[in-house]
Each structure stands twice: as structure tokens, then as C-alpha cells.
């Protein structure tokens, strides 16, 4: 292995006690896996985190001196199985796998294993497979977490500043990705007891999981189901918040929310929470039209799973640090779990200009 002499140094500095104390290190000869190839199935384009995923993962792993294919499947779970297809059968030594569908990967999986191909799931899990290796993802719950205790903070339920009642929409992602449900729950321990105790009021009555979910994410289906909701419920009423999980579906969100006359001094938005600080969530959040993102830092992300595929092409076990949470119904998977940052107007310099990780000059 090559020295790292890139920003990922100084990431792969923070985090080198935990990978260093349980891998075996990354130097042992490599001989029978020097010219190994990794082939790397993405979801979609549409969402900056993923094309900077598969950048960053591309160049994590070269600095290893490995070859990689990258394919983005264009939220097609069909092309994306051909893909994995293809690169199974151009000889792939491993997949590292962020899923279009979380449901449908078990046949062409399970033709992984059996040409020996060992398979990572990034940051979304196969589900119902016993196929997948291992995973790396950030903690899911927590993002939900961060994401509602923004709100009730906000509203000042968590100081008694603010009574209530206030009135909530929530959002949910894709339901085929794992990712939605954590973030959902994680969200729902938070806001239960303030919608049990009446201080938070979800008007459309739609509270269920599968009512919620909006398929592969799109910011458009969003951006209906908001306007739906405003029109049948809130005539007469004002919304204060909504639980959006990713920035793509805020945007979808806050366009509706406009359309229907919010972001006035008279008709201020809502709080409206995200995910992913892509930049043009951050710059709406600079603008005061969102309210929060969650931060996952995708470098690390990369950094970890790079670590990973090096390990298990040298038959080494890679740094694991959870072994519980999750089971995709055929097994448990060992993870390696990050952690979520919650970001809004008071420290997006601090957490993303001053890490690098979106450029000043991008924001106005
Ligand atoms: C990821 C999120 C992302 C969402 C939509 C989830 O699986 O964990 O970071 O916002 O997909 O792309």
C-alpha cells in the first residue's frame, strides 16, 4: 500500500486508533491481491452524496492500488443488478454495494458468493440476504434522533419555553431502503411523547410509517404530498414543522410550502429538517428556508469502507464496531457505524466550511 498523503490523512488520523487496534494493519504483503479490482454499485446521480461517495471511494481505494469499476444505476434496481452481474463475471475481487432497492439483491448476491466474491454493504443494507459481508453506514437511528430533538428544541418543548400546541407533517424515505425505517423510528422516540402529550399535533392524522414513504426519495413526490397536505388540512391553520429526511425531499417540501404563500413575515416557513448538507440545502439553510441537515461525512464513510475491502482482500477480519443492530433478516451484519452531525445556520462553517467538506466559495 501506497502512502496516503491527501486530505484523508488527516481523516484517516482520527480514526486510526479504533481501525488500527483491530485490523492487522494494511501493510502485509500483498502480493495475490496488488492487481485486485473492486467494483463499486451506486445509486443514482440525482444526489451529490452519492457521486462524491463513488469519487471518494474510487480514490481511497487506488491509494490501496486497486482498480475499480464504478457504476451508477440510475435508480433503476434492474440496471443496477445488471451491473453487479457484469461485475461479477468481469472477475470483481469484491462489490461494495449502496442499493437502488434494499430488497431485491438476494439472487444476484448469492451469485456473488458463489464465485467467492465478497460483498460490502455501503451505507444502505441488503436486506433478506444471507450474502452480505459486512456493512458500513453511519448510525441511522441517531439521525432521526438529531433530527427530531432539532425540532422539539426549536419549538422550545425540551426548556418549557414553548407549550404548544404546534402543529407537525412528517416525512418518510424510500421504503425499500433500510435507512428509512432507522431514521423514521429514530425520529418517532423523539416525538412521541410530545404528539402523546398534545403539544405537537400531526393535523393530517398521518402518523404510519407506510403512509409516509416517498419512493427513491424523490424531492417531486415530496413536494406533492406537501401541497396535498396543505390544501386538506391547513386552510385554516399554520404548520409549524415538518420531519423531512433528506435535503432532496426538503427542497420538494419548502417549494409546496411557497407555493402556498409560507415565507412571509406574515406567514413565516415552518422548521424543516434534512439530511445529507448537500449545498444547496446548506444555502438554504444560510437563507433561512431550511432549517437543519444531518451531516454524515461521506469521506469517512469511504476512508472506513476502503479499510474494509483491504482487510478482506487479505483474509483479515475488518474493524467492526457494532455486531448488533443490524439484522437484514437472514443474519446480522457487523458494521462499522459513524456518526451523524446535526447542522444548522449557527455552525455550518464550523462542521462543513472548516472541515473542507463544502467549499465557501460554493455558499453566497
Ligand atoms: C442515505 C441518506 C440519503 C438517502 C437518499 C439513504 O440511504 O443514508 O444519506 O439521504 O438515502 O439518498
Same mark, same amino acid.
Given at each position: 500500500?501506497? +502512502? ?8 484517516? +488520523? ?5 481501525? =488500527?487496534?483491530?485490523?492487522? !494493519? ?59 452481474? &457484469? ?11 449502496a ?12 451469485? =456473488? ?7 460490502? !454493504? ?6 433478506n440476504?444471507?450474502d ?8 441511522n437511528?441517531?439521525?432521526? @434522533?438529531? @433530527? ?18 404546534f ?10 431502503? &433500510? ?19 398534545? @403539544? ?10 407506510? &403512509? ?10 415530496? @413536494? ?5 397536505v ?13 420531519l423531512?429526511?433528506?435535503? !432532496? ?9 411557497? +407555493? ?14 434534512g439530511q ?29 469502507? +476502503? ?17 448488533k443492530?443490524?439484522?437484514? !433478516? ?6 462499522y457505524?459513524l ?14 466550511? &472548516? ?10
Amino acid at each position: 500500500m501506497r +502512502a496516503r498523503t491527501t486530505a484523508a490523512a488527516a481523516i484517516a +488520523a482520527a480514526l486510526s486508533l479504533s481501525l =488500527a487496534a483491530c485490523s492487522g !494493519g494494511d501493510s502485509e504483503g500483498a502480493s495475490s491481491t496488488d492487481d485486485a479490482t473492486v467494483g463499486i454499485a451506486m445509486p443514482t446521480k440525482t444526489s451529490q452524496r452519492w457521486i462524491n461517495d463513488g469519487d471518494n471511494m474510487v480514490s481511497e481505494l487506488r491509494q490501496y492500488g486497486y482498480s475499480t469499476t464504478l457504476k451508477y444505476a440510475n435508480n433503476s434496481s434492474k440496471t443496477q443488478i445488471e451491473q453487479l452481474e &457484469n461485475m461479477i463475471q468481469g472477475g470483481a475481487d469484491v462489490l461494495v454495494i449502496a442499493a437502488v432497492d434494499s430488497t431485491v439483491l438476494g439472487g444476484v448476491l448469492k451469485k =456473488a458468493e458463489d464465485a467467492g466474491v465478497p460483498v460490502i !454493504g455501503y451505507d444502505r443494507l441488503p436486506m433478506n440476504t444471507p450474502d452480505v459481508d459486512y456493512y458500513s453506514s453511519f448510525d441511522n437511528l441517531k439521525v432521526g @434522533q438529531l @433530527q427530531a430533538m432539532y425540532i422539539v428544541e426549536q419549538l422550545g418543548l425540551v426548556n418549557g419555553s414553548g407549550k404548544g400546541p404546534f402543529n407537525i407533517e412528517l416525512f418518510a424515505g424510500s421504503a425499500d431502503d &433500510n435507512n428509512a425505517k432507522y431514521f423514521f423510528k429514530g425520529a418517532m422516540d423523539v416525538l412521541q411523547e410530545y404528539i402523546d402529550s398534545g @403539544q405537537l399535533v400531526v393535523k393530517s392524522g398521518e402518523t404510519d410509517f407506510k &403512509n409516509l414513504t416517498t419512493l427513491r426519495w424523490d424531492g417531486r413526490l415530496a @413536494q406533492k404530498r406537501m401541497a396535498k397536505v396543505l390544501s386538506s388540512t391547513y386552510s385554516d391553520a399554520k404548520l409549524d414543522a415538518v420531519l423531512s429526511p433528506y435535503d !432532496g425531499m426538503s427542497i420538494g417540501i419548502i417549494n409546496a410550502l411557497k +407555493a402556498d404563500g409560507y415565507g412571509t413575515d406574515a406567514k413565516p416557513l415552518p422548521l424543516v429538517t434534512g439530511q445529507d448538507a448537500e449545498t444547496p440545502s446548506v444555502q438554504a439553510i444560510i437563507d433561512r428556508e431550511q432549517s437543519e441537515t444531518v451531516y454524515k461525512d461521506t469521506r469517512k464513510l469511504a476512508l472506513v469502507t +476502503a479499510h474494509m475491502v483491504n482487510s478482506v482482500l487479505h483474509g483479515n477480519s475488518p474493524v467492526i464496531s457494532d455486531t448488533k443492530t443490524y439484522d437484514n !433478516g437472514k443474519k446480522i451484519v457487523p458494521a462499522y457505524l459513524l456518526e451523524p452531525v446535526s447542522v444548522d445556520r449557527t455552525n455550518y462553517k464550523q462542521v462543513l466550511v &472548516n472541515s473542507g467538506y463544502i467549499k465557501a466559495s460554493d455558499l453566497k
